[in-house]
């Protein structure tokens, strides 16, 4: 089992910027692939940022150029650094895990709004 706790969300103004975080505890060894994956009101979850186990990283393109993924692996901890957000980017954004063995891990999430 792994579990996943975020935090970092809140309310911030266009333009604005925002860094999640997210706790991983448990059978790490047994993921390869870490990532963020937002809902906003009323749509399908969609990926926002993943990065594996090489350090690459993918995103989505609606966020390309603006989000940055990293991760440090020591403390077990991957992050979401977000800026020049903008009203569209509201959404609960839940932390990933990926096992080698199939099947993934969620979070909670975390609320993002982005309004004036």
């Known amino acids: 089992q792994v579990q996943l706790v975020e935090s970092g969300g809140g309310l911030v103004q266009p333009g604005g910027s925002l860094r999640l975080s997210c706790a991983a505890s448990?059978?790490?060894?047994?993921?390869?692939?870490l990532g963020w994956y937002r809902q906003p009101p009323g749509k399908q979850r969609e990926l926002v940022a993943a990065?594996?186990?090489?350090?690459?990283?993918n995103y989505g393109d609606s966020v390309k150029g603006r989000f940055t993924i990293s991760r440090d692996t020591a403390k077990s901890m991957v992050y979401l650094q977000m800026n020049s957000l903008k009203p569209e980017d509201t959404a609960v954004y839940y932390c990933?895990?990926?096992?080698?063995?199939?099947?993934?891990?969620w979070g909670r999430g975390t609320q993002v709004t982005v309004s004036s």
């Open positions: 448990g059978r790490m060894l047994s993921i390869n692939t």
């Open positions: 990933t895990a990926n096992s080698v063995r199939g099947g993934t891990y």
């Open positions: 990065i594996i186990g090489s350090g690459s990283t």
